[in-house]
């Protein structure tokens, strides 16, 4: 089964310094969905530090899950971020984007 249109849960507002939790939610694909995270239409990587765009960000990124962790956040975190779940059937799905404030 195809995902469905999946649901990011972000805070629109998070302290510097502080820790933020984005999840990624999707109640239909068969096989489960993994998750992709973007931030201005950018994909975020695994690892921050792989990235010119993104190395001066610290989070970690869950694809099973769809849970993106920034410990601490920074000023570099405020943008649009939307997910996006694929699982090799249909259409890759992406949520609305929401913006986060650091």
Known sequence: VPP???V???PTSATIGSKAVLRCSEADGSP???FQWYRNSMLMPADPKSSPTFRNSSY???STTGV???????SFDTGEYYCEASNNVGSPQKSEAI???A
């Open 4 to 6: 469905s249109k999946p």
């Open 8 to 10: 990011a849960h972000v």
């Open 32 to 34: 489960p969905p993994t």
């Open 60 to 62: 970690t990124l869950d």
């Open 68 to 74: 993106l962790t920034f410990e601490p956040v920074s």
């Open 99 to 101: 913006r986060m404030e």
